[in-house]
Each structure stands twice: as structure tokens, then as C-alpha cells.
């Protein structure tokens, strides 16, 4: 079987925390008439311009990348943080071309024992949005979060991973996307013991007023509960989910400085 070199476009080949470059936000493959498109990052310019996996780019600005060795067809599709560039695109039998401008995408490595803290010891595979709600805290002003992966893929909304060898992606933007936190130590506020229609059950881990937040896959907030003077241990919740639309939910957790978020299914 062939073997093909795996690179990121945001990632490079071979990805070092902390970095920062001009890029569009896929994973790419070397193939003969170009680079084949692996995963495309959501958010990423590549995503708005409407490039999907499997799309073949096989010119950049008119410059065919056939023959290209993948570091030299990276650094062709790498460059100059907004200014524009036409990518030649093959999809099945379709050719096609597109515009776009290369954004200022970081990529960083996601401290697993931060996941693990957060989450409690019990829980030894997370979902990207419970892994998102980790690396969010390490981003800085004018920055978003746009993906989370594992050995350079986008971990899916419906897949669970471990907590290691995880990575972000995020690109900075001309707006404040979130306050600037620093030296914020992790502390998870509970877990989750049960979620149905009626009723949320947590286990805290100390006592004080707790707020819970059941959000939805689109991110809107289906509730929002408070328990004054809550004490530690299990606490059970009245909400009224009878309307509540079916599918994954989560479950954040707020208490004394602490948070923790646990995706659930509402059957």
C-alpha cells in the first residue's frame, strides 16, 4: 500500500506548541496532481470558503503544486496573514476555484492532566466539547477557539477520545472573544450522576450556591437552575425538559470559582 506524508496546513508537519502562522485551516496529503484535503477545520477559511474533505487542490494563484514534495506545497498554501490567494480545487469530476485570505491560526498542545482535573478521575474519554471547555481557559484575548484534534484530526462532535496527544487550534481575531485569564488554576466543581426530562442529579464536591446551565448542541441554554446554599455531595435539580428537543446536551456545573461541563444525551 502507498503511503502518504500527513501534514497540517495550520499544523505543520510537525507541529510545535505555541506556534503561529498565515494559514487556511486543513490537513493535507501529498498526492500526484497536488494535495488532497484530509480534514478541514471548522471556522477555518477554509471552511467558510466551503472546501470539504476529499477536495483535491492542485494549483495555488495559478502555480500547479503537481510534483510537489509536501513541505514545498505547505509552504506554497502557508504565507501572508489576510491577503488573498485563488486556490485551483478538483472535487470528484467538478474543477472549480476559490478566494480566500490566509488567517493567523495557533495551534497548542492541551495539557491532559488538565482534562483529567477538570473532569474528575472517573472519566477516561471526553468529546470535543468537553475538551473545548478546557483548552478555552488557556486562550488569550483576540483569540478563538476553533477546533480541537488528535494526531493532527479533528476530533468530531459525536466521537470520544482520550486525554492524550490533544491539540488546539485557534485564530486570532479583530475582536475580544472572551476575558483574558491568567494563572487560572482548573478545579472541577462536580460531576454529573443522572439527566432526563425532569430532574438533573450532580455530586458536588464542597457546599455554596451552585448555578446549572443544560446547553444545548446549537448553544443556546435549554435552563438555567440555581441551588442556593447547595452542600456537598448529590444534589437533584427540577427542570422542565418535556419539550426539550432530543440529542447532546451539557451540563455545566458552577460553583464557587469552579466549573465543570459534562456532555449528556436527552432521549
Known sequence: MKKFALTTLALAAAAFAGESFGGIGVTIYAVKDGVLISDVIPGSPAASA???SNDRIVAVDGVSLAGNDIEASKNVLRGTVGKPMELSV??????????LRRANISV??????????WYGENQNRYSSEEIAEVASQDLSKNQK????????????????VSSADLSMVSVETAEEV??????????AAGNLDAFDREQVTIHLRAEGSTVVRIVNANGEVAARLLKEDAK???QTLAWDGKNAP???YIVHIEQ????SAVTTELR
Not at 478538483?90 to 472549480?96: D, G, T, Y
Open 256 to 259: 464557587n470559582g469552579a466549573a
Open 246 to 248: 432530543a440529542g447532546r
Open 50 to 52: 466551503g472546501l470539504e
Open 108 to 117: 497548542n498542545d492541551i495539557d491532559a492532566s488538565k482534562v483529567e482535573a
Open 232 to 234: 456537598a455531595g448529590a
Open 178 to 187: 472572551m476575558p483574558q485569564v491568567k494563572n487560572r488554576k482548573v478545579r
Open 145 to 160: 477557539l476553533l477546533s480541537v484534534m488528535q494526531h493532527g484530526h479533528v476530533v468530531k462532535s459525536e466521537a470520544t
Open 90 to 99: 478538483l472535487r470528484e469530476k467538478e474543477s472549480f476555484t476559490v478566494t
